[in-house]
């Protein structure tokens, strides 16, 4: 990969980022498959860090595994399993191994997740690690000690466009733009007229916004996902184009809506880039982008 | 202010109580009383089911709140029990048996598990309204707590977990933000929302924590 994450949010371009799931275990396989599979067609690429507080391989060794593998990485961070001596450590890791994407994620709550039992720590937030980041590039730690030799990041953090009420939602994106994120990665947006409005808001402000896009598999997923996931709701119109697609069709019906609103919002230029999350179905990101007009590359 | 407890399974007692056969029982007049965790009505229940299960009760009291320096001459008004028990069982939260603990030599054995610092909200509903972290940020908060009412103790606004006003963790349960939010824009005082938090001092001062009001 030629250019680094950053030169592409600053170069003006559509850019476009996805997401690669860890294995839980030991085998890498499939992960650098899909590593490979994307790593030419995409900006950058995010490992999941624990997602859904389910223990996984960890983030920062996807993150290794995709630098190795001529990529750019986005090393998601959560504040749930690590105090911030843990974190910051971590972050120094990271720098001397390459990586220069970061994105600070409060972290979901352990008790959704497969080690109900643990204990949650929780001790930055978000928009404190995003600090914490600033703060460790001037050369300091959070005790205030000299470090010796210091880190430089491309942060980001992520924002719910979607969010019901969405006022409490947009001052703590405020406070994330102060801490110092320069991205923002967006949970799934399926409503262009609602994201449209968030981004008027967003462009106030001297950051990207990448906007999140999940891939629908079926009728059923989708009325799960407004159901249950916060900030997401599919509208009802596309919950019937998926239960109206032919039988084994729903998923190629998923692909066809994902890739029409990457266009919508590229040919719109309602916003400077996706993030393709295709949750288990890494597979068909290429046909989504394919879907989507955007040629490889 | 009440200590709220739940009663620990008698199969989780008995395994404390393994070899010591004759026991004492304390109870607590205040606030095991009104949560009905170790009243009168509780101990002697309590003393039943120990009958049951073949141990022999050498004697019961409620002392009327546990936690406090009175428990010393209560527990001397029963020392011919305790003197003749192997163990006591106190039905109080942890602050009781503490106390106990520090007058008798004998193994104590907690009947009760404190769950936390909570206010009734009607008769039998107790709500968890402070974590006693030592640094009260209720006035910048509209009142609301976000460390104890916020699962996740964010102290700089909502996580994404937030949806319709209510929490990820439980569907049932506000989101402490979402509250937050309200109550400071009706009193027009989002400005303090907005306000970046540092990160939190845990360190108030070094566990345990013991302070000299002179």
Same mark, same amino acid.
């Given at each position: 990969?030629?250019?680094?994450?950053? $030169?592409?949010?600053?170069?003006?371009?559509?850019?476009?980022?996805?997401?690669?799931?860890?294995?839980?275990?030991?085998?890498?396989?499939?992960?650098?498959?899909?590593?490979?599979?994307?790593?030419?067609?995409? $900006?950058?690429?995010?490992?999941?860090?624990?997602?859904?507080?389910?223990?996984?391989?960890?983030?920062?060794?996807?993150?290794?595994?995709?630098?190795?593998r001529?990529?750019?990485?986005?090393?998601?961070?959560?504040?749930?399993?690590?105090?911030?001596?843990?974190?910051?450590?971590?972050?120094?890791?990271?720098?001397?191994?390459?990586?220069?994407?970061?994105?600070?994620?409060?972290?979901?709550?352990?008790?959704?997740?497969?080690?109900?039992?643990?204990?949650?720590?929780?001790?930055?937030?978000?928009?404190?690690?995003?600090?914490?980041?600033?703060?460790?590039?001037?050369?300091?730690?959070?005790?205030?000690?000299?470090?010796?030799g210091?880190?430089?990041?491309?942060?980001?953090?992520?924002?719910?466009?979607?969010?019901?009420?969405?006022?409490p939602?947009?001052?703590?994106?405020?406070?994330?733009?102060?801490?110092?994120?320069?991205?923002?990665?967006?949970?799934?947006?399926?409503?262009?007229?609602?994201f449209?409005?968030?981004?008027?808001?967003?462009?106030?402000?001297?950051?990207?916004?990448?906007?999140?896009?999940?891939?629908?598999?079926?009728?059923?997923?989708?009325?799960?996902?407004?159901?249950?996931?916060?900030?997401?709701?599919?509208?009802?119109?596309?919950?019937?184009?998926?239960?109206?697609?032919p039988?084994?069709?729903?998923?190629?019906?998923?692909?066809?809506?994902?890739?029409?609103?990457?266009?919508?919002?590229?040919?719109?230029?309602?916003?400077?880039?996706?993030?393709?999350?295709?949750?288990?179905r890494?597979?068909?990101?290429?046909?989504?982008?394919?879907?989507a007009?955007?040629?490889?590359? | 202010m009440?200590?709220?407890?739940?009663?620990?399974?008698?199969?989780?007692?008995?395994?404390?109580?393994?070899?010591?056969e004759?026991?004492?029982?304390?109870?607590?007049?205040?606030?095991?009383?009104?949560? +009905?965790?170790?009243g +009168?009505?509780?101990?002697?229940?309590?003393?039943?089911?120990?009958?049951?299960?073949?141990?022999?009760v050498?004697?019961?009291?409620?002392i009327?709140?546990?936690?406090?320096?009175?428990?010393?001459?209560?527990?001397?008004?029963?020392?011919?029990?305790?003197?003749i028990?192997?163990?006591?069982?106190?039905?109080?939260?942890?602050?009781?048996?503490?106390?106990?603990?520090?007058?008798?030599?004998?193994?104590?054995?907690?009947?009760?598990?404190?769950?936390?610092?909570?206010v009734e909200?009607?008769?039998?509903?107790?709500?968890?309204?402070?974590?006693?972290?030592?640094?009260?940020?209720?006035?910048?908060?509209?009142?609301?707590?976000?460390?104890?009412?916020?699962?996740?103790?964010?102290?700089?606004?909502?996580c994404?977990?937030?949806?319709n006003?209510?929490?990820?963790v439980?569907?049932?349960?506000?989101?402490?933000?979402?509250?937050?939010?309200? *109550?400071?824009?009706?009193?027009? *005082?989002?400005?303090?929302? +907005?306000?970046?938090?540092?990160?939190?001092?845990?360190?108030?001062?070094?566990?345990?924590?013991?302070?000299?009001?002179?």
């Amino acid at each position: 990969m030629a250019t680094s994450f950053k $030169d592409a949010l600053n170069s003006g371009k559509f850019v476009v980022t996805s997401e690669i799931g860890p294995p839980k275990g030991t085998n890498v396989d499939k992960m650098c498959h899909h590593i490979d599979l994307l790593k030419d067609k995409v $900006d950058g690429l995010n490992v999941t860090d624990h997602q859904s507080s389910v223990m996984r391989f960890p983030s920062l060794g996807g993150c290794l595994l995709i630098k190795e593998r001529d990529c750019e990485p986005i090393l998601q961070m959560t504040c749930r399993d690590r105090n911030r001596l843990a974190l910051q450590a971590e972050l120094l890791l990271a720098y001397t191994r390459g990586i220069r994407n970061v994105l600070c994620l409060t972290g979901d709550a352990i008790p959704v997740g497969d080690h109900k039992e643990a204990k949650e720590v929780f001790d930055l937030d978000s928009a404190q690690l995003l600090s914490a980041i600033r703060q460790l590039e001037s050369g300091k730690d959070l005790g205030g000690n000299d470090l010796d030799g210091a880190v430089q990041f491309c942060a980001g953090a992520i924002v719910t466009p979607e969010a019901r009420p969405i006022e409490p939602q947009l001052i703590k994106f405020d406070k994330k733009v102060e801490a110092g994120a320069e991205f923002f990665q967006t949970q799934a947006i399926y409503d262009l007229d609602n994201f449209s409005k968030f981004m008027q808001y967003a462009r106030q402000f001297p950051v990207k916004v990448l906007a999140g896009i999940v891939l629908l598999v079926s009728a059923r997923m989708a009325k799960y996902m407004t159901e249950n996931i916060p900030g997401i709701f599919v509208p009802q119109n596309l919950i019937d184009e998926l239960a109206g697609a032919p039988k084994g069709e729903a998923l190629n019906k998923g692909i066809e809506i994902a890739g029409q609103m990457i266009a919508d919002l590229k040919k719109n230029s309602i916003c400077d880039g996706v993030h393709i999350m295709a949750i288990g179905r890494e597979e068909v990101v290429p046909d989504i982008l394919a879907a989507a007009g955007l040629s490889a590359g | 202010m009440k200590s709220i407890t739940k009663q620990k399974a008698l199969e989780e007692i008995e395994e404390q109580m393994e070899g010591l056969e004759r026991v004492c029982i304390i109870g607590c007049g205040t606030c095991a009383t009104m949560t +009905r965790t170790g009243g +009168r009505e509780e101990v002697l229940d309590m003393k039943e089911r120990l009958e049951g299960v073949g141990k022999m009760v050498t004697g019961w009291t409620v002392i009327p709140t546990a936690c406090d320096e009175m428990t010393e001459i209560a527990l001397r008004q029963n020392n011919g029990a305790i003197q003749i028990a192997n163990c006591i069982l106190v039905m109080s939260c942890a602050l009781g048996v503490h106390r106990v603990v520090s007058y008798i030599d004998k193994p104590v054995i907690p009947a009760l598990d404190t769950l936390f610092i909570g206010v009734e909200d009607s008769p039998g509903n107790f709500r968890e309204v402070c974590a006693q972290c030592g640094q009260c940020l209720l006035g910048e908060t509209a009142g609301i707590c976000p460390i104890t009412a916020c699962h996740k103790g964010l102290v700089n606004g909502p996580c994404g977990g937030t949806n319709n006003g209510k929490c990820e963790v439980d569907k049932e349960k506000d989101c402490a933000w979402a509250l937050i939010y309200q *109550r400071l824009e009706k009193q027009g *005082r989002l400005n303090l929302m +907005r306000r970046y938090q540092p990160p939190r001092n845990f360190q108030v001062t070094p566990r345990p924590r013991i302070t000299a009001i002179l």
